[in-house]
C-alpha cells in the first residue's frame, strides 16, 4: 500500500518569490510520481510526472521537481511565481505494475500576493 | 489535445434517488478510473476498470455503487438510493496504456444531495 503526505496545508507567498511545495509517500513497492495542479472549478491538470532516470524533472509553466528516493520526497519547486499559479497542487503516487489507481495528498493550496 | 469529457457538472438530486455520472474517456485510452473529493478533503479513489471489467475497488465503493462501459465510449458511475455523504466532486479519469502514462483527468461532477 501506498501513502502521501503534503507537509504543509496552505502556502502564501509574494509574487516572483520562490516555493517549494512539499511531498513524502511512503510504499513497499516501486512507484511513479506525479504533481498535479486544480484551479478553481476545474478538473486536475497534470504538472510533471517521475517515472525514472534523472531525479530532477521539469514540467509545465515553470514547475521542476525533484525526486529524492533516500528520503522518500517529491518536493515541487518554481523559482518564480506569478499571481496565475494560485491553485490546489496535489501530489500522486501510483505502483508501477497493476491497476496504476492514484494515492494523493491532501493538497497544498498555494495563495500567491501581490 | 483531446479531453476526458465529464457530464452533467453539477447534479442535485434527493437523498434515495439514484444518479447517473457520465464520462467519455480519451478514444484510445484503455484504464478507466473514478475518483471524489468531497468538500475540503482529498481525492479519493473509488474504482479501475480496464478491459470491460473492473480491475480494482476501494471500500468506499460499496454495493450501492456500480459502472459501466455500456457502449465502448461512454463510462458511467451510478450511485444508488443517495446519502447526504454522498455529495462531492466526482472525477473521471483515463490513461493509454500501461506504465508510466499519467491519468488524463475531466472536470468533475459536482453532486449535491439533498
Known amino acids: 500500500a501506498q501513502s502521501v503526505t503534503q507537509l504543509d ?45 534523472s531525479t530532477l524533472v521539469k514540467g509545465i509553466n515553470g514547475f521542476e521537481a525533484e525526486f ?18 494560485t491553485a490546489e497542487y496535489f501530489c500522486a503516487v501510483s505502483a508501477t505494475s497493476g491497476t496504476y489507481k492514484y494515492i494523493f495528498g491532501t493538497g497544498t493550496r498555494l495563495k500567491v500576493l501581490a | ?29 484503455l484504464y478507466f478510473y473514478w475518483y471524489r473529493q468531497i468538500l475540503g478533503q482529498k481525492v479519493e479513489f473509488l474504482v479501475s476498470f480496464y478491459n470491460n471489467e473492473i480491475s480494482e475497488k476501494s471500500e468506499i ?9 455500456p457502449d465502448g465510449s ?3 458511475l451510478k450511485i444508488r438510493s443517495t446519502k447526504l455523504e454522498d455529495s462531492a466532486m466526482y472525477f473521471c479519469a483515463s490513461r493509454p496504456g500501461s506504465g508510466g502514462q499519467p491519468q488524463h483527468f475531466g472536470d468533475g461532477t459536482r453532486l449535491s444531495i439533498l
Not at chain 1, 34 to 45: A, E, I, S, T
Not at chain 1, 70 to 77: D, E
Not at chain 2, 5 to 27: A, D, F, N, Y
Request: with cysteine; glycine share 2%.
Open chain 1, 9 to 53: 496545508s496552505q502556502v502564501p507567498v509574494f509574487e516572483e518569490a520562490p516555493v517549494e511545495l512539499r511531498c513524502n509517500y511512503s510504499s513497499s513497492v516501486s512507484v511513479y510520481l506525479f504533481w498535479y495542479v486544480q484551479y478553481p472549478n476545474q478538473g486536475l491538470q497534470l504538472l510533471l510526472k517521475y517515472l525514472s532516470g
Open chain 2, 74 to 76: 461512454n463510462f458511467t
Open chain 1, 68 to 85: 529524492n528516493k533516500s528520503q522518500t520526497s517529491f518536493h515541487l519547486r518554481k523559482p518564480s511565481v506569478h499571481i496565475s499559479d
Open chain 2, 1 to 29: 489535445e483531446p479531453e476526458v469529457t465529464q457530464t452533467p457538472s453539477h447534479q442535485v438530486t434527493q437523498m434515495g434517488q439514484e444518479v447517473i455520472l457520465r464520462c467519455v474517456p480519451i478514444s484510445n485510452h
Open chain 2, 61 to 69: 465503493f460499496d454495493d450501492q455503487f456500480s459502472v459501466e462501459r
